[in-house]
């Protein structure tokens, strides 16, 4: 057997950290299996997709037609993670039928080697790989995968965007670190594809030194990414707030319901919705939601949607936090209450995180709470 090289090397730490986070995700106790499967499914691509020793030492050999389907998995990495995006973003996802498309890459991927490879005996099969990747379906293959590449991390993109915009517009307290953990991660990930587009550009122009930087360059981000989710997860166990599936964005709201958006009866409406905040103070519930909300006024929750998002132009989670600050100031401003720490105070409020509640008021007022209490608290004295 050759000798490892330190790209191999490196492609075997990734296994042996993924398959650790594999064991971890199937053995951790939680409501939502699907997640952790698709992502176990995800990191196991990943991870023989980074090294392929496996298929090159063990199948290839002895077994070409499966070591070729082995490899073939690639094509089914970016379709696992996005599946996986949507049950994290969707409290509600479930796997159906209708997601066997995702296998489309991947099918006709084997349709194009079937008649040269998959179809013939072994010594042809043999023969078609000592032609090394200069074959037509072979360079078939490439294009593919990097037509998958940009179909698919369009697609990740587009559902975390509207993932946050249905966070903003449907909850109070929506966890943004949540939004910036999962673009974050995207991200990276098409870092990653765009350095092995120029690894495999310099593969098939045979240049051999560009073709090393670029191979370790790939291994060791995809060693960092690795290590890095792993670290997240350790620390973050419930890393995403899931959304109904049934949530529609407020603009497709306005399109559908055009008989909704009359001006003058939203007048009224805004006039009751705001005496309802001033007096009930529904905000001071840390989880209030656009459902709660529309529920204590009696109104269908589309319709409170569009008063809110698409009347007063603001998210819901900006104008419920709008009153939480206000009733922050007061408590603030007020000496009596100059013995209440500033966690005390943003929780009193229905804030649940200290660094949204600074984020927030420093929006509104310019200063930090402590900056605020102590300038009004001076005026006073």
Known sequence: MESLSFVNFISLIIVF????????LMTAKTDNKTSNILLSLFLLVNAQD??????????????PGLGMLFNSSVFLKL???YLYILSVIYSNFKLKK???????????????LTPRFFAVDFEEKEAFLALGKQTPEIITSYILIHLEI??????????????????LENYSNANLFNYKWLFQLILLYAITAFIATFKNA????????ALMFSQTGVSLIALGIITWVVLKALHNPELFRGVNSNLQLVRQLVIENTDLVKEEDDINEIVLLKKHMNTAEPFLNATLTIDDLASQMEIPTKNLSILINHHLNQHFFDFVNS????????????????????????????????????????????????????KHLKSVA
Request: overall charge positive; some cysteine; charged content about 15%.
């Open 17 to 24: 950290i993924s398959w650790l986070l594999i064991i971890y």
């Open 50 to 63: 980074s090294s392929g020793l496996f298929a090159h030492y063990f199948l290839y050999p002895k077994f």
């Open 79 to 81: 379709p696992l993670l």
């Open 98 to 112: 209708k997601h066997l498309w995702h296998l489309s890459f991947w099918i006709m991927n084997l349709l194009v």
């Open 150 to 167: 940009a179909v698919y991390f369009t697609m990740c993109f587009i559902a975390i965007k509207k993932y946050k915009s249905l966070l």
């Open 202 to 209: 310099f593969l098939f122009a045979h240049l051999e030194t």
């Open 323 to 374: 009153y939480r600050i206000k009733k922050a100031m007061q408590i603030l401003q007020d000496p009596i209450n100059k013995h209440l720490t500033i966690l005390e105070i943003l929780y009193d409020v229905g804030f649940n995180s200290k660094s949204s509640f600074n984020t927030a008021f420093k929006k509104q007022t310019h200063l930090t709470p402590t900056q605020y209490r102590e």
